[in-house]
């Protein structure tokens, strides 16, 4: 926070984003929605439902004006006329003016399954992305939710969401479709294990796998009833955080996340393929901080549900919290601090939901209101 001179703390500076009409980012999804670049250049997935009440989602690019490009999916599917689903699914933000960009489809069939792909965007293209001369890239299940600023990529080839059917009685069915966690840098591949790799910094990477009966499940069966445990990784060595969903890294290996899966609020089912019949639902998540020495920090308390989304090299941390009313808050957490946004002076007109990212620079990205409509924004000290 900046105090002037007469000791009085000066508004930060906002800079709003502006979303196509009806359109909104949410401020809790099960991945990042909002990434920002080394250049300053923020891209995110905004959604709206359409007139049938299905779910859209386009992805977005802001550059240092207020203009913003717009993409839709590529064809990645071969033109396959059985495909559907909302599109963009996950955001990774590069160095500087490009990113990847994974895309989830569903086909209809006798077996409903989930396809993802990567775009990747570049200043003046957008083209699909191949997977590297891995041993892993016969799987087509691929999406990438982590890079660090020297062209370190976190991939994770995922055989579950394209498997015709898991049997769980059969070990090698399980082991054959547990996605395997790979760092890709050019086209070099360092495979960490079973795992969903979730972000990657210098010699740190953090990433989850969901266990069943504390078994090690596929990322497609049961995710409701899946208990989430986080690692961290220095280099191949694979350290266990405990329960919980990591979302970035810093180069010190403080990691940032949530202790279960967020972005499921009020979702439940009254069955699940290995329990009794009953009501399940997704456990609530709460924003999480796993310190370099392993310990565990809650960030947030008295919360109904949070997530921390990122933090930056010098350990700040931002995310999201509701309370019980339902509101969102976009937060900032340092030594041991926390923050909301909507607490600090800023330009009026403003409400914080959710910080998504946080730039290098300390800037802070995120999701909001301005005068009540759907606004995406910078905010700057």
């Known amino acids: ?111 409903i399954r989930m396809y993802y792909r990567v775009q990747h965007w570049s200043a003046t293209s957008t083209t699909t992305w191949k997977n590297p001369p891995c041993g892993e890239s016969r799987f087509t299940g691929t999406y990438i939710l982590g890079i660090d600023n020297e062209g370190r990529i976190a991939v994770t080839f995922d055989p579950s969401y394209e498997s015709a059917g898991i049997d769980l009685e059969n070990p090698a069915s399980v082991r054959d479709n547990l996605p395997i966690a790979v760092i890709v840098q050019k086209q070099k591949c360092t495979v960490l294990g079973n795992a969903i790799l979730m972000a990657v910094d210098g010699k740190f990477a953090a990433g989850y796998l969901g266990f069943l009966d504390g078994k090690a499940a596929p990322a497609s069966v049961d995710v409701m009833v899946q208990k989430m445990v986080a690692f961290r990784w220095i280099g191949k060595k694979q350290i266990t955080l405990g329960a919980g969903v990591p979302y970035a890294i810093s180069r010190t290996g403080l990691t940032a996340g949530a202790s279960a899966l967020p972005g499921h609020a009020k979702e439940v089912v009254y069955g699940n393929m290995l329990g009794p019949a009953g009501r399940y639902g997704y456990a609530h998540p709460h924003a999480t901080a796993w310190l370099p020495n392993g310990r565990e920090v809650r960030l947030v308390r008295n919360d109904e549900r949070s997530s921390a989304w990122d933090v930056s090299e010098d350990g700040t941390i931002v995310g999201m919290e509701q309370l019980k009313d339902g509101k969102h808050y976009a937060f900032r957490w340092k030594n041991g601090r926390l923050e909301r946004l909507d607490d600090l002076p800023h330009p009026r007109g403003w409400r914080f939901e959710s910080a998504y990212a946080i730039a290098h620079d300390g800037s802070i990205v995120g999701i909001g209101t301005y005068n009540g409509v759907a606004t995406a924004f910078v905010w700057s000290e």
């Not at 991945?31 to 905004?46: E, N, T």
């Not at 779910?55 to 993409?71: E, G, K, M, N, V």
């Open 1 to 111: 926070m900046l105090i002037a001179a007469n000791g009085i703390a000066e508004a930060a500076t906002v800079r709003a984003l502006h979303l196509p009409d009806g359109y909104t980012i949410r401020p809790e999804a099960e991945r990042k929605a909002v990434v920002v670049a080394r250049d300053g250049s923020v891209f995110a997935i905004a959604s709206v439902i359409d007139e049938r009440s299905n779910l859209r989602a386009i992805a977005i690019r802001w550059r240092d004006s207020d203009a913003a490009d717009t993409f839709e999916p590529l064809d990645l599917f071969g033109g396959h006329d059985k495909l559907r689903g909302p599109g963009p699914d996950a955001v990774a933000a590069s160095m500087f003016d490009s990113a990847f960009m994974t895309v989830g489809q569903v086909a209809d069939g006798a077996t």
